[in-house]
């Protein structure tokens, strides 16, 4: 039968590695993920997954040993945060380059600097065009139940890309949640064994990972992973099916939150989300048509489902807990590419929120709410890009 605990994000997403019990686990410690693969060396230790723990020098180290081990035949997994993703930049891209199916929850934290050790979505937002499949998660039960279900989708024969599950650091990796964990069998059967793909070790027929290519061929190279990647909404979508099955647990490509009938709208990733619902219950209750739009699966982003999710709004508030200076958020901006072929298009705003861990409060998403009323009712946005809960 399932287990119902009271556990943290990394706890849970340690237990979710050690059901999965990859083949090989390469780790390298950074606040706030080390709890995670600390709690994750335990279960090496002590017998509990047959898993190959190598500890190295660096996350740059850490992401190499993850390519060099997926190359070889083997289901391997990792996790980092903030500067270890970072430092991983190089070897997110051959990893993704390389179709190498590799698993990562990333405990989403602030990039320096100033140095910061607290959530915000900088580290993966940084990281969107690396060619790894993203997936965000509410709470401590959507990341288990992520990154159980991500092995699964990274795996896909049709797929084979990596993909990280993200978590907000410390409201998520370090708070104690309720969380259903699922049958250790159960979970073996639906994560399957692992597939292996023109291994290395194979020496019955030799091959090579990463060779030179030049302009003669580099350009239709990457068109070809641009074209796995637009298989995967599909292969995420059969996956959660699967998963709703043994659950009961329902997932798709995002989550909408009374937005059948919105006339505004809120768009909003990770924990803030689960606070933001609470105020749009609140404006429902006073007649006010407001809604939520809450991303799951970032990369590939789901334009059409999301416009078609969004279509009623007249005016929507996208909120970035990072910014890209110089420009509007990064999901700001994937939210008006995704209405632009809409028959009638919103009015848009973008709010920067929660930077470095400053909380988001539920008179945050009042305030949102009630700029979007008055936008509804003159149909004016005073500023399309604002940071929200700054000390003046």
């Not at 305030?367 to 009323?373: A, D, P, R, W, Y």
């Amino acid at each position: 039968m399932a287990r119902i605990v009271a556990v943290t994000g990394n706890e849970a997403g340690a237990e979710a590695l050690r059901q999965v019990n990859p083949d090989v686990c390469a780790a390298y410690p950074i606040t706030p993920a080390t709890d995670l693969m600390q709690r994750f060396a335990g279960f090496v230790s002590n017998g509990n997954v047959d898993t190959e723990l190598v500890l190295v020098e660096s996350e740059h180290s850490a992401m190499s040993a993850c390519i060099g081990a997926a190359a070889a035949g083997g289901r391997v997994a990792t996790a980092t945060s903030s500067q270890g993703l970072a430092l991983m930049w190089e070897m997110l891209y051959i990893a993704a380059g390389d179709r190498l199916p590799i698993v990562m929850p990333v405990v989403n934290r602030a990039l320096s600097a100033p140095l910061n050790i607290h959530g915000d979505h900088s580290d993966s937002m940084g990281a969107r065009d690396s060619g790894w499949i993203q997936i965000y998660s509410e709470n401590a039960q959507e990341a288990y139940d992520n990154i159980i279900q991500a092995f699964r989708i990274a795996e896909h024969m049709d797929i084979r890309l990596p993909a990280m599950v993200c978590l907000d650091g410390f409201i998520i990796s370090h708070s104690i949640e309720r969380v259903e964990y699922l049958e250790d069998e159960k979970v073996k059967i639906f994560a399957g064994p692992f597939k292996q793909l023109y291994p290395l070790l194979d020496l019955e027929h030799p091959k090579s990972y990463g060779p030179l290519i030049l302009p003669d061929l580099y350009h239709e190279y990457k068109r070809a992973q641009h074209e796995v990647m637009t298989k995967v909404k599909n292969v995420v979508l059969d996956v959660a099916a699967d998963f709703e099955k043994m659950s009961g647990r329902k997932y798709g490509l995002f989550e909408s939150y009374r937005l059948d009938d919105a006339d505004i709208a809120i768009v909003i990733l990770n924990s803030a989300a689960g606070t933001a619902k609470d105020v749009i219950d609140q404006f429902r209750d006073k007649g006010i048509k407001a809604g939520l739009l809450k991303p799951r699966l970032f990369r590939p982003f789901p334009y059409e489902e999301v416009a078609s999710a969004l279509k009623t709004a007249k005016a929507i508030c996208v909120m970035d807990r990072v910014d890209s200076f110089g420009a509007y958020g990064p999901l700001f901006t994937e939210i008006c590419n995704a209405t632009l072929h809409l028959d009638k298009r919103p009015l848009m705003m973008n709010k920067i929120y929660g930077l470095g861990g400053r909380d988001f409060m539920p008179e945050h998403a009042e305030q949102v709410l009630n700029e979007l009323n008055e936008i509804l009712k003159t149909g004016k946005i005073k500023t399309i890009k604002e940071y929200i809960g700054v000390r003046e």
